[in-house]
């Protein structure tokens, strides 16, 4: 089926000396799969590699056989250009690891707009604005919602939150879980939006440390998570 779409890439890998595998989440599908043939062997052809950076948003017109193998993408274009997300450092850094987050956690070929619109406007709220030191903690914390375990904060705020279980605990358990301070940073970011994120204020080591429960909170929640790599260079970058 020819379906024409918005899509945000999530990930490119070179396959054979001229090709390209694209992972890609589409508005009209969720998560899809092209392999581009002989893109980075021609010059003269419609589709660009360059398209096909971290979060880039596009809009394609695809062959969908939706059999769980790899489409076909017949024509690409740009719907928003960034300023600075590929340019500076640690934006860049950010879109990597963000990136190879959605890309570990979003396995099905299924519709869900309201996931799709919030990475778009939340890419374009990261490319637009300067005080992003809290933007992918707050970020992982929200599309916890469409996957089905953000935090339980219907029931009040203790003084331990279970990771395990998502939900605030008055006595410590057994399962991985916050407290302290780091529970309080936790609690800052639930509640907000991107343009309160920079009140929350943290040094690089309790941002760092709340980053790796909050990856630890995927780890626990979805089948199958795999640990981002690209988290070591975030961290680098932000020191």
Do not use: C
Request: charged share 20%; net charge neutral.
């Amino acid at each position: 089926m020819r379906v024409t779409t918005r899509a945000i890439v999530l990930s490119s890998l070179k396959y054979g000396d001229t090709s390209v595998i694209v992972k890609a989440f589409t508005e009209s599908d969720g998560l899809k799969t092209y392999l581009l043939k002989g893109i980075m062997g021609s010059r003269k052809g419609k589709l660009k590699v360059a398209y096909f950076q971290p979060l880039m948003q596009l809009e394609i017109v695809a062959i969908h056989r939706n059999k769980g193998t790899m489409e076909r993408l017949q024509e690409v274009k740009s719907i928003y250009a960034y300023q600075t997300l590929h340019t500076n450092v640690t934006k860049n850094a950010v879109a990597f690891f963000l990136s190879e987050m959605l890309g570990n956690s979003i396995y099905e070929e299924e519709k869900n707009e309201g996931l799709f619109s919030f990475l778009e406007a939340a890419f374009q709220w990261l490319d637009t604005h300067d005080q992003i030191a809290n933007f992918h903690l707050y970020f992982l914390l929200e599309i916890t919602k469409y996957f089905g375990f953000y935090p339980e904060i219907t029931t009040g705020r203790s003084a331990y939150f279970d990771l395990q279980d998502g939900r605030f605990i008055p006595r410590p358990g057994l399962n991985p879980m916050l407290t302290g301070d780091e529970l309080d940073h936790f609690t800052a970011l639930l509640g907000i939006n991107f343009d309160a994120i920079h009140t929350i204020r943290m040094g690089k080591e309790e941002r760092q440390a709340l980053l790796q429960k909050i990856v630890l909170y995927f780890e626990l929640h979805l089948h199958g998570f795999r640990k981002p790599r690209s988290l070591a260079v975030l961290n680098e970058v932000f020191n």
